[in-house]
């Protein structure tokens, strides 16, 4: 029996695109890494190697360039849709377009005291992400945020888990709490303003990590969760990645010092991985 | 309204591995990395902080050393299933465990034109991964490969695409096709001998990469997924993914040279991405 | 003839070290990677395999723990003389220890407008680096940062090179400058405040960074290298490293479009590398 | 008083290209990464943005393509010093080129157990490295590798290492060795054949790693030099740099069990680094 094609998609990834948009007063500065991928009606590209419905991914890059330009837009979300929208419509035999962005952060130089209007610093690994999926009949808009390293230095406990065979782990009741975090949340319906929205979002996160009196990761990544419902109405849904980057105290006693709390060893290997999915009740 | 914890999971990943086995005549290595994933009964350690229900990471990180000790265990697979076996029936509120392994390729080292019996040496970045996922009802085996990276530098062209506005790829008769192969599939029982299964499929993909008159990698990527499911009567299902490491011809006419397709510049982005998924029909 | 060892040196790399000072009203915190090595007669080892002249590279490591849990420290280049002096005066045999130490950026949390005592939030990929060298004669103290990403939107001309027969490059009066800054330098006298002559050196070169009428990337290297001279009389030279991060301006004309300096691709190989060394005059 | 610019160098690095050779019977492929320095009077460009002296280091990345075209090369050495010679006969006021360059191995592929004539896989992280440096007086070739993981399960011991406060490792018999070995030796005149020098270099550590009864690190990378010159006239030193890939026997008993040197945890961080020069005595 002859093999089914049950699943196919293609595109381009890792667009990078610097816009500068050059205003009397100040520059304005995004960078953005974008990846696309199609569905439709290919499968005679796979099985026959006819491409006369197939959009090179060259020409995808090409049309990011090109809208880029032509739209100004703000949030990267209103990019992703322009994108996704554009394929569609220019294409019928495309049932699906996935646009997934990332954007780099840059700020503002800050000199004498003063914003640099044409000068800008990269701060952070933190990374905003989006993704936009447009079919004919639905959209669905996903707003994030990536690679977020916070951490506390205290309020982090973790005891009364299970004790088996193979269990060595002493309860905690003061430990190191440091995570990478990674949040992306669905929209029931576009906010007012893409940047606001995403801004609260994050800010409700950090806020309750920083003040939770954590009696695990999962139960601080709930509360984080719950905050970040609360603080826009426009989400229905949030999923949050937190892996442990676990601190591991030193045992000081053997050279004749008690560690208190003071030093340990960060550790990138093995961690633990907590995940969780909230949705307004 | 309150927030519902729609999805949970945890568990810990990149928990690392080396297994050395001492026989008389020679040691065998293997070396892994593994990654546990925990669902089930949890909600109470989200919502309130209650561990009582809780395997700590670490314990799990414990589990893996000690089974892994305990049972003689030849291909991943085996190991994933012993791991996974072991939380489901140790804990009657787990649902499901997933494990992830990856396997880290040694060789022996030729020495005077022998294999030496215990010195190695790491070949390739290729890796040999298995997803074992186990419920109270259901198992689910997924095996794989990462990473292989292969090139052919003629029978491959890529023309007869969509001209739209945006289009400047020219028609390309032999251009260079190189990939970085990633590939699992999902048996429908377990095969007589997983080395041997593995072994065949992944040399049924690269015969076709090799010998196939490519006219996009969309074609090859079809005709790579039929062979191996020809090659193995175990398999239902096989998904590839192929991501276009472009090799762009460089212009050297403005130097008075004609580039007779021979020099060429690498590029790691953008990149194509194309992928499917084949069933046995 | 027999070989002869005319170089060795060992120790200790990428020791993590995570240290809270835990103070009645807030929490501080350093997270650092400190690299140990040693010079000395070490000879036998090498030739004989007689370690009995070896400081093993694990005590290194808790002697890195040990240290920074005793003497308290602020800046990284006083916890590197404390290690260095610690391997000189303790062992006859070793003639000369450099202890390199990198530290990662953490940066209170800001919640409610107020800094948060015990709560922190990486900031960049920028590292704060320090080199201590110490022989029985010598103290050599560098210290730099590395991984500074900055760029500038306009300010920023390459012209009047020189043109030859492989030259395709077109002169620009108004491109984007960015670059990933690296810069070291060499203290004469201990400063009366390592932090503070770190600051004053780091921003002097921002500023310059920021207001250049740059000519080339070797233009301004010069002219920030000046001015961090002239604003830490401790330090008598300076290396500046500047790999120039490429942004290509798209041809939107192919489609149509004037693209006036909005819509640029950055690269990240190839990349120009200029480098440059100064030194009070 | 002004600063002085005691050192300046600037070039292009990361220049990548693939040079496919298309023979009747088969295709050979080469793919490197190559980097260029240039040293000379270019202190007008540093002071005061005259660039007139300055080849513009996207030239340089045109030159590489074109001298890689124009001239047939086997060893990448040979290619350094086409660069090398390029620029320095081009340019009077360069007084010196740096060409670092690197090779990506690629492997035919075996298909019906014979190699196939054009197509390839990639076997390996281990690159074949090269530095040719030329001045108006001198030649300076040094050859290596780079990235090649090797590990043996015996005939490797530690003991007999400095007892001191901190010291907590204890004597090993029968430990794991594992290195990721670089190493690169300088040519004192061209060999008849750079490859089959090269080959036979590599050849005598490997030999010597597999079969050395191991005391230290140091001990086995003194004997792996001293086998390199041994194997090939032409090198008048070697310098080899070999971490320690430690491989931590875990603690079973806690589980009741005995690790017979069998389960170990790889760690890359923190890792101990030996480095040792070789010179023919």
Request: charged share 20%; proline share 4%.
């Amino acid at each position: 029996m002859p093999a089914v094609l049950t699943h196919n998609a293609y595109g381009k990834s890792q667009v990078r695109l610097t816009k500068v948009s050059r205003h009397a007063d100040r520059h304005d500065l995004k960078e953005l890494s974008i990846a696309i991928q199609l569905e439709g009606d290919f499968v005679a590209s796979y099985t026959s190697g006819d491409n006369s419905r197939i959009v090179a991914t060259d020409t995808m890059k090409n049309t990011v360039y090109a809208l880029a330009k032509k739209h100004p837009f703000s949030a990267i979300e209103e990019l992703g849709e322009l994108l996704a929208r554009h394929f569609l419509e220019s294409y019928g035999h495309v049932s699906a377009v996935t646009v997934d962005l990332m954007e780099q952060p840059w700020q503002r130089m800050v000199v004498d005291g003063k914003e640099h209007p044409s000068c800008f610093i990269r701060r952070g690994d933190e990374k905003r992400t989006a993704t936009v999926m447009l079919t004919r009949k639905e959209k669905h808009v996903e707003s994030g945020l990536d690679n977020l390293l916070i951490l506390k230095t205290t309020d982090s406990a973790f005891s009364g888990f299970i004790q088996d065979p193979y269990t060595t782990l002493r309860d905690a009741d003061d430990r190191i709490f440091a995570t990478v975090l990674s949040a992306n949340w669905l929209y029931s319906a576009p906010p007012a303003d893409w940047d606001q929205a995403h801004g609260q979002i994050r800010q409700a996160m950090l806020q309750v990590f920083a003040g939770h009196k954590s009696l695990s990761v999962q139960h601080t990544l709930h509360a984080m969760g719950s905050a970040a419902l609360d603080a826009c109405s426009a989400i229905e849904a949030i999923t949050l990645r937190m892996p442990n980057k676990h601190h591991l105290l030193v045992n000081l006693q053997l050279f004749g010092m008690q560690n208190n709390n003071e030093i340990f060893v960060p550790t990138d290997e093995p961690y633990g991985l907590i995940v969780g999915t909230l949705r307004r009740g």
